[in-house]
């Protein structure tokens, strides 16, 4: 009995083409505001060592404590190169960045009069940024670690007995302490709370976007599901009406009519324009699999398309225009083909006779434009460009081409945008990376720039 053959390796899962850096979540961008206040921190705390010890006159342990300082200054040196390399940050890197602070800050209050030290209430700041950046669990911790840590400064002596005599007021060297350090913990939460609030604010923009999305692909998930269902109950009658037409053809009552017999074979190449379109949705659907994804150059793939949809239109006054400089290989995108039918299907309702398509390259990307001499889009059109049920046809069920191209680039990583031209007319601008079209093995982590946006009119 001959051994089966091995089934093939599962292909490795594609790398992201934008590896996204620590820096753009919103947890890395909390760090970085950790890290900024931690500079604010070291500089302060060394200016007030130097000014306490030498201007002030109290003897401090210099030693010790700008060894904390410079231990501070490694750490957040070291921290961004560590979580570069993992590519994310954690809740528990911003509690492990807090407990560095609080533990530091701990070692230099205790070098510097422990408990009777007035920026003892340093403290509070990391408490109250450990209520905004850390959960439940994590806040009470710190909240433990910095009583016990203030409890450990009342109980440990210090070896540095700094004077106190609140009764004189401003003159005294204490009230000042506590007067600057009241100054201190209030500019820094009132600067650094606001960017952190503005942080968590985009986090849940974004969060909402996320959704937004999550809800558009299950709405594309129902119609694919609908379409595949439509494309088989069509099958049947549509292969009945082509065997009738067919036999049609044949009789002598038509044979001896050529008018009628020409209405008759055109009808049947209609209804096998209609057969094809439905084995088009069931093999986009994954039906047959027959037909594989093929590899082709650019500027044939383009050039196919745009002959294709003028072939099956019967649209005269098409204007293709390709300056597509760069023909890397590609693999043939059946989502991209039915996505620029759809806008040149748009713009033919719209202007009849009247359709341009400008194909070009530019910065790793490719750009279709596509030009109609119709009324435009309407203010509330550009608004909601996309959205499903959305069109300027007033006609249920309509919009739902664009809302489908609008997704289909989205998911190839590009954008589409909608304008109206400066004389008149609607024009739509569909932006590709050229490394989505490319085979697997062409891929690369760097990704181009996004081109800007051309305003010609």
């Not at 007033?394 to 945008?417: K, W």
Request: with cysteine.
């Amino acid at each position: 009995m001959p051994t089966p053959e091995p089934p093939p390796p599962a292909r490795p899962p594609r790398r992201s083409r934008w590896r996204r850096d620590w820096r753009d979540s919103a947890r890395g961008k909390n760090m970085q505001q950790l890290s900024q206040l931690r500079w604010i921190a070291i500089a302060g705390q060394l200016t007030t060592v130097l000014v306490v010890h030498f201007a002030m006159g109290i003897a401090l342990p210099l030693a010790p404590m700008l060894l904390v300082l410079a231990a501070l200054c490694l750490f957040n040196l070291l921290g961004p190169l560590y979580w570069r390399r993992l590519h994310h940050v954690r809740e528990r890197h911003l509690l492990l960045a807090l407990l560095v602070d609080v533990g530091a800050l701990t070692a230099l209050l205790h070098l510097a009069g422990g408990i009777a030290n007035p920026f003892v209430f340093l403290y509070l700041l990391q408490v109250v940024l450990a209520a905004v950046l850390l959960r439940p669990r994590a806040r009470w911790l710190l909240v433990a670690v910095t009583s016990a840590c203030l409890l450990w400064l009342a109980l440990v002596p210090s070896p540095v007995l700094l004077p106190a005599d609140p009764e004189r007021g401003l003159a005294d060297r204490y009230v000042q302490g506590l007067l600057l350090c009241f100054v201190l913990i209030a500019v820094l939460l009132v600067v650094f709370m606001g960017r952190i609030g503005e942080v968590l604010r985009q986090r849940d923009a974004r969060l909402a976007a996320l959704r937004q999305r999550a809800v558009e692909e299950e709405h594309i998930v129902r119609m694919g599901l609908l379409a595949t269902g439509a494309a088989h109950e069509l099958g049947t009658p549509l292969a009945t009406l082509a065997v009738i037409l067919g036999d049609w053809q044949h009789l002598p009552h038509f044979t001896s009519d050529p008018e009628l017999l020409q209405d008759v074979t055109e009808m049947q190449a209609q209804v096998l324009r209609c057969k094809a379109i439905v084995r088009g949705i069931l093999q986009s659907a994954g039906e047959p699999r027959g037909e594989a994804p093929h590899l082709t150059g650019l500027r044939a793939f383009v050039d196919g398309m745009a002959a294709e949809w003028q072939r099956s239109r019967a649209q005269a006054g098409f204007d293709y225009r390709n300056k597509i400089a760069q023909d890397p290989t590609i693999v043939a995108d059946a989502g991209l083909r039915q996505m620029l039918f759809n806008i040149l299907d748009n713009a033919h309702e719209a202007s009849p006779g009247a359709v341009a398509l400008e194909a070009r390259t530019r910065n790793g990307w490719l750009e279709l434009e596509v030009d109609d001499a119709g009324p435009g889009f309407a203010p509330e059109m550009l608004r909601h460009f996309g959205t499903p049920y959305r069109s300027s046809k007033q006609a249920p069920g309509r919009g739902l081409g664009l809302f489908l191209a609008v997704n289909v680039a989205r998911m190839l990583g590009g954008t589409i945008e909608a304008s109206n031209r400066p004389h008149g007319g609607a024009r739509v601008c569909v932006r590709i990376p050229l490394q989505a079209l490319r085979p697997y093995e062409a891929d690369r982590d760097d990704a181009p720039a996004p081109p800007p946006a051309d305003r010609r009119g």
